[in-house]
């Protein structure tokens, strides 16, 4: 298969969304006819892969749950071997607008790497508590490692160049916010660019988040450990020098 230069692969990561995956699928698609729609299927036991594949998407099936990094890869995995040169996460709850996939897209014209930031003075999105604080300590840290200024880097609304699509192949992990940090700061210590974009978002379509209070009381230490083993790891390092799969 050759796809268009201008074609972009939108990678739908969902797991048990057959409530919200078939109108974002639709949305994406009514969005722009150069967006290509790939749903990874991440070991779901309801009706996704026929709700996804019934709007008009791919689908790539995983045999069992791997989490969002586990299957974010396997889309970037897509997007290499497919030929696409650009490529975009969007959530399958119907949060990330597509009406903003070509704003966060238009970041990839001065960086390999496009982040949709949720903090930047559009919309009302809002945290409080320990993960506002983890989300601060969070982007401070990063934007040093970036060398730009970043204010959300846990978005998962973020948009990969073609280095970055062959990056993210060599390396993304699947552990606790791998798919945000990890692979964020693997990427620059790769020598990969980032920039962000402003973005609002949308309350969730259907079901409920998966962070309650509970577990966003123990957000901070979370993500501060998972920040650390990120920078500890050696510039380079490919999942299976990590332990992951290769």
């Keep these: 298969?050759?796809?268009?230069?201008d074609s972009v692969?939108?990678?739908?990561?969902?797991?048990?969304?057959?409530?919200?995956?078939?109108?974002?699928?639709?949305?994406?698609?009514?969005?722009?006819p150069k967006y290509h729609v790939a749903v990874i299927d991440d070991g779901s036991t309801d009706g996704t892969s026929d709700a996804a594949r019934a709007a008009g998407a791919i689908v790539l099936s995983l045999p069992f749950n791997l989490g969002v990094g586990g299957a974010m890869r396997t889309g970037f995995t897509y997007a290499l071997r497919e030929g696409y040169r650009r490529a975009i996460q969007v959530d399958a709850d119907g949060q990330?607008?597509?009406?903003?996939i070509e704003k966060v897209l238009?970041?990839?014209?001065?960086?390999?790497?496009?982040?949709?930031?949720?903090?930047?003075?559009?919309?009302?999105?809002?945290v409080k508590g320990p993960r506002k604080w983890a989300m601060r300590v969070l982007a401070s840290v990063l934007s040093r490692v970036a060398k730009t200024r970043l204010t959300d880097v846990t978005s998962g609304f973020r948009a990969a160049g073609e280095r970055a699509i062959r990056q993210y192949v060599r390396y993304y992990p699947a552990e606790y916010l791998g798919d945000t940090l990890d692979s964020l700061v693997a990427a620059c210590h790769a020598g990969l660019t980032v920039t962000q974009v402003p973005v609002a978002m949308r309350p969730r379509r259907h079901g409920k988040p998966s962070q309650g209070p509970i577990g966003s009381a123990v957000y901070l230490l979370r993500s501060v450990f998972a920040l650390q083993l990120a920078i500890m790891r050696r510039p380079g390092m490919t999942n299976a020098d990590a332990g992951g799969p290769a």
Excluded at 106 to 124: E, H, K, N, P, Q
């Design 1 to 5: 298969m050759t796809v268009d230069p």
């Design 9 to 32: 692969l939108v990678i739908v990561p969902a797991w048990n969304e057959e409530g919200n995956v078939g109108d974002t699928v639709k949305e994406i698609v009514a969005a722009d």
């Design 106 to 126: 238009g970041g990839l014209t001065i960086a390999d790497i496009s982040i949709g930031a949720r903090f930047s003075d559009v919309g009302d999105y809002e």
């Design 96 to 100: 990330h607008n597509p009406a903003d």
